[in-house]
């Protein structure tokens, strides 16, 4: 039982550069996120998945897209790379959407974009 | 925006005092929830207290909830250095967790 994994642990891309980040889970859970770290601020939320089927835009979805591949799999992608979005970004899970529902997270991927 | 505020940004205890990190909030809640972050690693869940409770505990955990006041305390007894990380409180705008606001966390280190 892995939790949530998330591929690559690192990436370093030049302006421009598109990417998918990948994240799993193996727990069945309903809902799935992606959020952001930024130094000195909390994790901020970029999209989310209710269920399967489902994306909505969280707090910063703005040069990101995203797809809920099937029930397991949720990633986000950069079309075109800018500075501003190097971040640590990471996935979570949690059973259903509602706000009482533990959220856990994968380990996530440290981007830099030169 | 960020909803929660931690206080204070860093703290660094010995191993075997208390640690009280302090969490404030900006609107009405209807539950708030305390996160672990080991450098390097993702966030872990420690507990969660709903806006009908005052107190609540888990292990070495105390955490305590003011609505009124809109804060919460986050409390470590007899602290190992093991417990040194980052804490977050989070707090849902709404009913889901699609509207959840991380604070910018309290840095602690436990010197052995």
């Known amino acids: 039982n892995a939790g949530v994994t998330q591929t690559p642990k690192f990436q370093v891309l030049k302006t421009g550069q598109s990417m998918t980040l990948q994240c799993a889970q193996d727990?069945?859970?309903?809902?799935m996120y992606w959020y952001r770290q930024d130094p000195g601020m909390g994790l901020r939320l970029i999209y989310y998945?209710?269920?399967?089927?489902?994306?909505d835009k969280g707090e910063v979805p703005n040069g990101y897209n995203v797809s809920r591949l099937n029930k397991r799999e949720f990633s986000l992608r950069l079309e075109s790379a800018a500075p501003s979005q190097t971040s640590v970004y990471f996935c979570?899970?949690?059973?259903?959407?509602?706000?009482?529902?533990?959220?856990?997270f994968g380990p996530g991927t440290r981007l830099t974009v030169l | 925006s960020q909803q929660g505020e931690e206080d204070p940004q860093a703290l660094s205890i010995q191993e075997g005092e208390n640690a009280t990190m302090n969490c404030s909030y900006k609107?009405?809640?209807?539950?708030l929830q305390w996160y672990r972050q080991n450098s390097g690693r993702g966030l872990v869940h420690l507990i969660l207290?709903?806006?009908?409770?005052r107190e609540k505990h888990s292990g070495r955990l105390r955490v305590t909830l003011d609505t009124s006041k809109k804060s919460s305390s986050l409390l470590i007894t007899a602290s190992r250095a093991a417990d040194t990380a980052s804490y977050f409180c989070?707090?849902?705008?709404?009913?889901?967790?699609?509207?959840?606001?991380f604070g910018a966390g309290t840095r602690l280190t436990v010197k052995p």
């Open positions: 979570a899970s949690s059973p259903t959407s509602g706000s009482t529902d533990t959220q856990y």
């Open positions: 727990m069945n859970h309903n809902s």
């Open positions: 998945s209710a269920s399967e089927g489902t994306t």
């Open positions: 609107t009405s809640i209807n539950n």
């Open positions: 207290i709903r806006s009908n409770e």
């Open positions: 989070a707090t849902p705008l709404t009913y889901n967790n699609n509207d959840m606001r």
